[in-house]
C-alpha cells in the first residue's frame, strides 16, 4: 500500500542552523513528491517538490533529496529562522493520480 | 490575490444537525479537494472533484456529500455529523490532478457534540 512517513515528529534546531527533515516511503513507484509547511492556524502551503527522475532540487533556502534506492525523501533547510518554526510534511502522488498522500508531520522549533 | 477561502472557520454543532462548509477558490483551478486533518493521522482526502459536475470518493469519504456545479466553488456537506466528524478540514485546489501544486484554504475547525 501506500503510506508516507516521517522519521521524527520533532526537531528543534538554532537559529541560523542548517536542519534536515526526513522522510520515508513506502511505494517504489511513486513518481512525484512535494514537502508543504504548515503554519500554526493556518492551511499547508506549498515548499518544493521533486519528480522521481531527479536526485536533488532546489529552491531559496531549500533543497529536496531523492533516494530512490532506499524510499527516502529530504528537506534541508539552510539558516535556518524563527519563521522556518512550523509542521512540515511530505506527500507523495498516489497511483491514480487523483490525491497526495501525507505523511504525519514533524515539527521544526528554532530558537533564537 | 490567488487563493482558496473556506466557511467557516469555526463551527459547532450538534449530532445530526446538517451543515455545510463553503470553499471556493480565483485561480480557475479545475481540481479540487477535500481533507481532514487528525492528529496521528495526517491529512487524509475525503472527496476530489477533478472538473465541473465530476467528482469522486477520496480516502475517508463515509458521512459526506461533496458537489462541483460551478469551477470555483467546491462544498462539503455532512448531512448528518457525527462526533467522529469532529476534525480539521481543508479544501485544496490546482490546475490539475497529480503534480500540480495544490492551493489550501486556511482550515475549518468543526466540533460535533
Known amino acids: 500500500g501506500e503510506s508516507v512517513g516521517l522519521h521524527l515528529p520533532t526537531l528543534s534546531v538554532q537559529e541560523g542552523d542548517n536542519s534536515i527533515i526526513n522522510c520515508a516511503y513506502s511505494?517504489?513507484?511513486?513518481?512525484?513528491f512535494i514537502w508543504y509547511k504548515q503554519e500554526s492556524g493556518k492551511g499547508p502551503q506549498f515548499i518544493i517538490d521533486?519528480?522521481?527522475?531527479?536526485d536533488k532540487r532546489q529552491g531559496q533556502r531549500v533543497t529536496v533529496l531523492l533516494n530512490k534506492t532506499v524510499k527516502h525523501l529530504s528537506l534541508q533547510i539552510a539558516a535556518t529562522q524563527p519563521g522556518d518554526s512550523a509542521v512540515y510534511f511530505c506527500?507523495?502522488?498516489?497511483?491514480?493520480?487523483?490525491?497526495?498522500?501525507f505523511g504525519k508531520g514533524t515539527t521544526l522549533s528554532v530558537s533564537s | 490575490e490567488a487563493q482558496v477561502t473556506q466557511n467557516p472557520r469555526y463551527l459547532i454543532t450538534v449530532t445530526g444537525k446538517k451543515l455545510t462548509v463553503t470553499c471556493s477558490q480565483n485561480?480557475?483551478?479545475?481540481?479540487m479537494s477535500w481533507y481532514r486533518q487528525d492528529p496521528g493521522l495526517g491529512l487524509r482526502q475525503i472527496y476530489y472533484?477533478?472538473?465541473?459536475?465530476?467528482?469522486d470518493k477520496g480516502d475517508v469519504p463515509e458521512g459526506y456529500k461533496v458537489s462541483r456545479k460551478e469551477k470555483r466553488n467546491f462544498p462539503l456537506i455532512l448531512e448528518s455529523p457525527s462526533p467522529n466528524q469532529t476534525s480539521l478540514y481543508f479544501c485544496?485546489?490546482?490546475f490539475g490532478q497529480g503534480d500540480y501544486e495544490q492551493y489550501f484554504g486556511p482550515g475549518t475547525r468543526l466540533t460535533v457534540t
Open positions: 511505494n517504489s513507484a511513486s513518481d512525484y
Open positions: 485544496a485546489s490546482s
Open positions: 521533486i519528480r522521481s527522475n531527479m
Open positions: 506527500a507523495e502522488r498516489n497511483q491514480a493520480g487523483t490525491a497526495l498522500i
Open positions: 472533484s477533478m472538473n465541473v459536475e465530476v467528482t
Open positions: 485561480m480557475n483551478h479545475e481540481y
